[in-house]
């Protein structure tokens, strides 16, 4: 039986080039009649090479380009500028437009850390911009934001550093909140950073309520409790402000000056003898038909009771 003759590698490299080459075959360029066959490599090309802004109708794509900051070759001399109009800069800096009483709160951090990064710059500024920041505000002795803020037992004042504490020109002691079970941190103690407040020369003592009023008859805890935490409270705070000057008391429209509340409280402020002015808040008119009149203040004389004195009177001693 003869042998098939068995062909040799070569011969199967070259066959298998032919057919490569084949299958790769397109039309040549000269000729009239568009290729229909498309190879893989030509495919994949195609595809690598369209752009995507080729793929949209209405609006073309816009690339993107990275932005360079600006960076000034000399920078401004701030620091050369008189210290009056570096005052008039920060005061416009501070300026955010939200002028409510400083308090213990969750939007602290949007609302004061960012301000306050100007402190780092140098010792200058932050001596500078500290006094112009802390003597501008009135901050909230005892918190009043509901919640783990309101039963903290460190205040927003506490939380103060000594030196920022003594910028302070203004407080707020809010009465009302918790009238029937007050949160254990309201203790004025030496925690609290009272003596540090150098230049607080104003107390805002603003009354939410008075639980002494009918309508609270049945929920007090008793008769005349918080009434007397109120006196108490509010004569702590004045013993330990060293230079403290005027008392302006403001409350809800539903806090009559003739009640039980602000009896207590306008008696412990006369007999420490210091100026008492009224708040824009309240107005003071306990009768609905009484025209507000203008805000008047008074200073009580020692020894003469609250009912010496008319609304619209100033006393001088």
Request: glycine share 8%; charged share 25%; with cysteine.
């Amino acid at each position: 039986m003869p042998r098939r003759q068995v062909k040799s590698p070569t011969h199967r490299v070259s066959a298998a080039t032919h057919t490569s080459r084949s299958l790769t075959t397109t039309t040549p360029p000269n000729s009239a009649h568009p290729s229909t066959h498309v190879s893989e490599v030509e495919s994949k090309d195609d595809i690598n090479y369209v752009s995507i802004a080729s793929l949209t109708l209405d609006t073309p794509l816009i690339p993107l380009k990275s932005t360079k900051k600006r960076v000034p070759t000399n920078p401004f001399p701030f620091l050369a500028l008189p210290s009056e109009l570096r005052v008039k800069v920060y005061e416009h800096y501070f300026d955010d437009g939200n002028y409510d009483t400083l308090d213990l709160g969750p939007g602290n951090y949007k609302r004061i850390h960012k301000l306050l990064g100007l402190m780092r710059v140098c010792k200058l500024i932050r001596s500078e911009a500290t006094h112009v920041y802390y003597s501008s505000r009135t901050f909230r002795i005892f918190p009043t934001y509901p919640g783990k803020y309101f039963k903290s037992k460190k205040p927003l004042l506490a939380r103060l550093k000594a030196h920022q504490r003594q910028c302070l020109t203004s407080l707020e002691l809010r009465l009302g909140p918790g009238w029937n079970a007050p949160p254990k941190g309201w203790v004025v103690n030496e925690g609290l950073g009272l003596e540090d407040c150098i230049n607080v020369t104003r107390l805002i003592v603003f009354v939410e309520c008075d639980p002494g009023d009918g309508f609270f008859k049945g929920f007090r805890r008793s008769e005349g409790f918080y009434e007397g935490f109120s006196r108490d409270l509010l004569a702590g705070v004045m013993d330990r402000l060293p230079h403290l000057r005027t008392v302006e008391f403001d409350a809800w429209s539903g806090v009559k000056k003739t009640g039980g509340m602000m009896h207590g409280l306008l008696d412990v402020v006369g007999k420490s003898g210091l100026m008492i002015r009224w708040g824009p808040e309240r107005g003071w008119t306990d009768a609905e038909g009484d025209p507000p009149g203008t805000t008047p203040s008074l200073e009580f004389v020692e020894g003469m009771t609250i009912h010496g004195y008319a609304p619209d009177v100033i006393a001088a001693a």
